[in-house]
């Protein structure tokens, strides 16, 4: 089955061809990232406005490179929810359209399932039961997997994302927006050991985080520092280190608690290189597998919402025909895989 994927929640306009007998055909991606820059943050407007602009042309890009007509789409898979519902609208229209005029199935897709199945995207695929890490710029939760579709939450940040802990710990250090990659790139040049960094709820049992304890810290470390590069540098990657511990801490945690032996990890921040090698040389240690999406398909794109959707469809499943988007959407309330809507 040839699988459409549209991915519009935020500010990335991500479109795939998967195939479910021979993988990822095409994908191709807009980053919406210099026209949101000036304002140091997502314009939700600007974000919608832009994905009208350039989602036709990307589909049919997709196709070109995939050497396909628009008819051989067999299904069309949509993000629906969580993001910015405008943006949202915006996918969830255009993907509903094609499927209504070809006269093909479609399929809502859950963002945080599409990153949390990203993985399989790549030639040797985590297998059921696992613990999934989701890191993203809207989440930080630990899922238990036994079953693809059927997710039990196992524990989610209490204020700040990971990811929005990188954003914002950026921007008080002066590196712009999005600050996340910026971050990471001057920690790797920086003395981690040289500003010691809490461990936010590490002293206590449980799966919960909280990341904004971090920022604060980085804060006053900030103003009270001669602002020199080194110092930049030094506190960045101070402040990588304790994200990166914390969140090794908490999957250690969620590993023994659950007995699993395979450990996935996925979203934005899942591309930052620490937090790879630390939970890898982790995995090494006990005896985990450690799986990762490539560092593009950790960050927003339609290739995770493709595969995501072509599962859900593969199992019967399909969307009826509202045009329905979600701004907020828990990740435990999906249909497991064996119901059909
Ligand atoms: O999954 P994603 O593309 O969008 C959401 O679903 O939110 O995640 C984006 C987040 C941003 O906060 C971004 O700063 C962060 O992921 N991110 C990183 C890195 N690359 C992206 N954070 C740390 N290190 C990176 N290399
Ligand atoms: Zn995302």
């Not at 519902?85 to 359209?97: E, H, Q, Y």
């Not at 500003?195 to 002293?203: E, G, I, V």
């Not at 979203?267 to 982790?282: K, T």
Request: proline residues 6%; hydrophobic residues 40%; contains cysteine.
């Amino acid at each position: 089955m040839i699988v459409l994927g549209i991915e519009t929640s935020c500010d990335e306009t991500g479109v795939a061809l998967y195939d479910s007998d021979t993988g990822l055909r095409a994908h191709k991606l807009f980053s919406q990232v210099e026209l949101h820059a000036e304002y140091g943050g997502v314009v939700p407007e600007i974000a919608s406005r832009d994905h009208v602009r350039k989602l036709l042309p990307l589909i049919n890009q997709c196709l070109s490179s995939a050497g396909l007509e628009r008819t051989d789409i067999e299904a069309v898979a949509y993000t629906a929810g969580p993001g910015l519902i405008g943006a949202l609208l915006v996918g969830t229209a255009t993907g509903r359209s094609i499927a209504m005029a070809l006269g093909r199935p479609a399929i809502a897709v859950h963002h945080m399932e599409g990153h949390l199945l990203a993985p399989m995207l790549e030639a040797d695929p985590p297998i059921v039961p696992f613990v999934a890490l989701l890191v993203s710029g809207g989440h930080t939760m630990l899922v238990e997997v036994r079953k693809i579709g059927s997710y039990r939450i196992l524990g989610e940040t209490l204020d700040d994302a990971a990811g929005e802990a990188f954003d914002k710990t950026a921007k008080l250090l002066g590196l712009g927006y999005p600050g996340g990659p910026a971050l990471a790139k001057l920690a790797e040049h920086g003395n981690a050991e040289r500003f010691p960094f809490p461990r936010p709820m590490t002293d206590r049992p449980g799966l919960e985080f909280s990341f904004s304890g971090l920022k604060t810290h980085t804060r006053n470390l900030w103003l009270n520092s001669d602002k020199d590069p080194t110092t930049q540098a030094d506190i960045a990657a101070g402040f990588q280190l304790a994200v990166v511990a914390t969140l090794t801490i908490k999957c250690r945690r969620a590993m023994q608690q659950t007995r699993a032996q395979q450990l996935v990890v996925a979203g934005g921040v899942g591309a930052n290189r620490s937090l790879r090698q630390g939970l890898l040389s982790e995995g090494k240690k006990r005896s985990w597998k450690v799986s990762f999406p490539r560092e593009e398909f950790c960050t927003d794109n339609g290739a995770m919402i493709a595969l995501a959707g072509c599962q859900r469809l593969l199992a019967g499943q399909c969307t009826d025909t509202r045009l329905q988007a979600y701004a907020r959407w828990p990740l435990d309330q999906l249909p497991p895989l064996e119901t059909v809507n």
